[in-house]
């Protein structure tokens, strides 16, 4: 509609000129008339070049933010032509790849001739996960308005967005304290708790609960998965990626958060485990310093969310022969047991009874 408005002013403008022409035979009329002509012709061969000459790209993103956190991401733009374009749409899309959610934003604007300039993008994300933000196609239109000629671009970048900078957790140390006396005493009975170092051939003697169901069925012969034992006085720390329409994982994810940077604090040994639905196995990560916990946080970014609040804590216990205590961060009242804390009224860490 705009562009038929802008066309029907400039065919009344030249109508108008012409008319004037024949009824005055001025000359001012005719360079008026010539350039009414020409000018049009200049415009679209402006945008075309333009259009095909620019180039535009990320320019130094950040890797990673805090979910309170705002800042500009800088876009540059190369037009190595001597046209200017007033009126260039930028079209740039994101994605929450963790949790699905997607969003496109149309960015007016003007681009020089003959330079290299930068825009300032807003970003502040609502929600945790992997944000992918993509510059997705320009569209330049002529001087006049009248013509549009468009492209696709194919620059991109990804921020992982983090908790919180500061998350208020105080868990409850008492209870700390006895599930650390429990995960010792456990060890003891033959808990058997631990992290995957390979995978290899079933051997006669070997656990049920250690082969890889998956990989097997893939190779027609039973897999199963060697452990190399945590440390006896690590806690346990499951996190349930469970997922609902309130986004409840941003705040069970925070939570944890919070309780391991508490732990790391006054040096309580700690190891995050996590139920992937990709792998069917329960993974753990032992957490010695903030590089691991952040490691740990981009690795469950590339996970699969569930819709049962109590899968990672019922797959839990089916691998635990001899019951052992652990600490689960889920939501609230979901599971029972004695309570280390309660995080924004919704989640809560309990050690499993």
Request: glycine letters at 4%.
């Amino acid at each position: 509609m705009k562009k038929i408005g802008n066309i029907i002013k400039y065919l009344i403008v030249f109508v108008l000129n012409l008319l004037m022409f024949f009824f005055l035979h001025g000359y001012f009329n005719l360079v008026i008339l010539i350039l009414l002509i020409l000018f049009p012709m200049v415009s679209f061969f402006a945008a075309y070049m333009v259009n095909r000459r620019v180039s535009f790209s990320f320019r130094g993103p950040r890797e990673s933010m805090h979910i309170d956190d705002m800042f500009n991401l800088g876009v540059r733009i190369k037009n190595d032509t001597l046209f200017p374009i007033i009126n260039a749409e930028l079209t740039i899309e994101t994605e929450n790849t963790f949790l699905g959610y997607k969003g496109k934003e149309t960015l007016n604007i003007p681009i020089h001739a003959h330079t290299e300039d930068e825009i300032l993008f807003p970003l502040m994300s609502e929600h945790l996960g992997l944000l992918h933000i993509e510059l997705k196609k320009i569209r330049i239109t002529d001087w006049l308005g009248i013509m549009d000629f468009s492209k696709k671009l194919d620059d991109h970048t990804e921020i992982s967005i983090l908790p919180f900078s500061r998350v208020s957790v105080e868990p409850d140390l008492s209870v700390v304290n006895t599930g650390m006396t429990e995960m010792e005493e456990s060890k003891k009975k033959g808990h058997d708790y631990s992290e995957v170092s390979e995978i290899r051939e079933y051997q006669p003697g070997d656990k049920l609960q250690n082969i890889h169901w998956k990989l097997s069925a893939k190779k027609d012969e039973l897999m199963v998965k060697d452990r190399e034992s945590l440390s006896s006085s690590q806690i346990l720390m499951l996190v349930e990626l469970y997922n609902n329409r309130s986004v409840i994982i941003d705040r069970i994810i925070s939570a944890a958060y919070g309780v391991a940077v508490y732990f790391l604090q006054n040096q309580i040994p700690f190891s995050l485990m996590w139920w992937s639905i990709a792998e069917q196995d329960m993974k753990s990560r032992s957490i010695d310093n903030t590089s691991d916990l952040y490691e740990w946080i981009m690795a469950v970014y590339y996970e699969v969310l569930y819709s049962d609040a109590t899968m990672g804590c019922d797959m839990m216990r089916r691998l635990s022969l001899d019951g052992s205590r652990f600490l689960v961060i889920c939501e609230a009242k979901s599971v029972t047991g004695s309570a280390l804390f309660n995080y924004e009224g919704d989640v809560e860490g309990i050690v499993t009874e």
